[in-house]
């Protein structure tokens, strides 16, 4: 038996590129009418029909849905970023992506987002936290990835920042500086990210003799995932460690509204690397998120799912960095 054909031996032999042999083949424009039929009649005549082409399996297009929960997506620069970054990594690998904005009130009723109902999309990018009821439902037994999260009771591909590391180094760096009495803000029932950045956190305080105080963990947020003024304590730490960097901003303004010079009296840190860090005065300190390959891995695992192609791992975490500024 001979070797497969490939649209290389097609391409040679018509004397034409590659590039117009997958057009040709696909049906897509770019060739005129004619030279489809003579690619379409080359390939036949050389059993190209018969070869199971890799190549031409990647230049399918398929359509895959982003969602996103309303109260995620509102102002929030990292998911702003993140869903630009999608789009780009989606059209490189022929993944036609379409949006919807998820209601609080669709997610607690396990309303399916319309996209899936109507049968518009082959796989589903779920950005930010979702419930796992919601998750289950919503997927309809169509491929998916988690970006920004996993589910402990889901066994899902998920995409996450290197939250327990990122907390962790944070910490560490405050600690490096002198501070030692840290507090955190973020609510850590809220999302597995934030639970795992506290868990950063206190690794990195244990690992210095210290104890986490439940006095200094500032809650920033409700069950609707609403942030909610800070209720802070008598007895005021030097430095805090925020979840993200609109918290860290959040925190900033309240602090410099009660008296506070930062970080002269008390030094704050973010989590993330955008807008908000920049916005801050004094400029916050922070964990930057690599949200391009982020983006680029969940495009390139939701695409072999789509075309049932084996994945080398469930959770893919990608690591950040430290960026030292003003705020300490």
């Not at 379409?98 to 589903?124: T, Y």
């Not at 934030?194 to 104890?211: E, N, P, S, T, V």
């Not at 602090?255 to 030094?267: M, V």
Request: proline share 3%.
């Amino acid at each position: 038996m001979g070797k497969p054909v490939r649209m290389a031996d097609i391409a040679k032999q018509l004397g034409i590129s590659i590039v117009s042999v997958s057009k040709g083949l696909s049906g897509k424009d770019g060739v005129s009418e004619k030279l489809r039929e003579q690619i379409l009649s080359t390939a036949k005549e050389m059993g190209y029909h018969t070869a199971k082409s890799t190549l031409l399996d990647e230049m399918k297009e398929h359509t895959v849905g982003i969602l996103v929960l309303d109260r995620f997506f509102n102002e929030n620069a990292l998911y702003y970023n993140l869903y630009r970054d999608l789009l780009n990594a989606c059209q490189k690998r022929n993944l036609i992506a379409m949006h919807e904005i998820v209601s609080n009130d669709s997610e607690r009723k396990v309303i399916v987002p319309a996209l899936v109902e109507a049968n518009r999309v082959d796989g589903l990018i779920f950005l930010g936290e979702f419930s796992s009821d919601y998750i289950r439902t919503a997927s309809k037994a169509i491929p998916f990835v988690l970006l920004d999260f996993f589910k402990d009771d889901l066994s899902a591909d998920s995409i996450v920042s290197d939250n327990l590391h990122g907390g962790y180094i944070v910490t560490r760096h405050l600690l490096s500086k002198g501070y030692h009495k840290i507090g955190f803000v973020g609510s850590i029932r809220a999302t597995n990210s934030i639970m795992d950045r506290y868990l950063g956190y206190c690794k990195a305080l244990y690992q210095h003799g210290l104890q986490p105080r439940a006095d200094w963990r500032i809650e920033d947020r409700d069950d609707e995932g609403l942030f909610i003024p800070f209720h802070l304590p008598e007895d005021m730490p030097n430095a805090f460690v925020c979840n993200c960097d609109e918290v860290a901003y959040n925190l900033v303004n309240c602090l410099k509204g009660l008296g506070y010079r930062i970080p002269e009296d008390i030094a704050v840190t973010g989590y993330d690397d955008f807008r908000f860090a920049s916005l801050s005065r004094p400029k916050l300190t922070t964990y930057a998120i690599n949200v391009s390959v982020m983006a680029d891995a969940a495009a390139a695992i939701l695409s072999r799912r789509i075309r049932n192609k084996s994945v080398d791992t469930p959770i893919c975490v990608v690591p950040g960095h430290l960026i030292v500024r003003e705020s300490d």
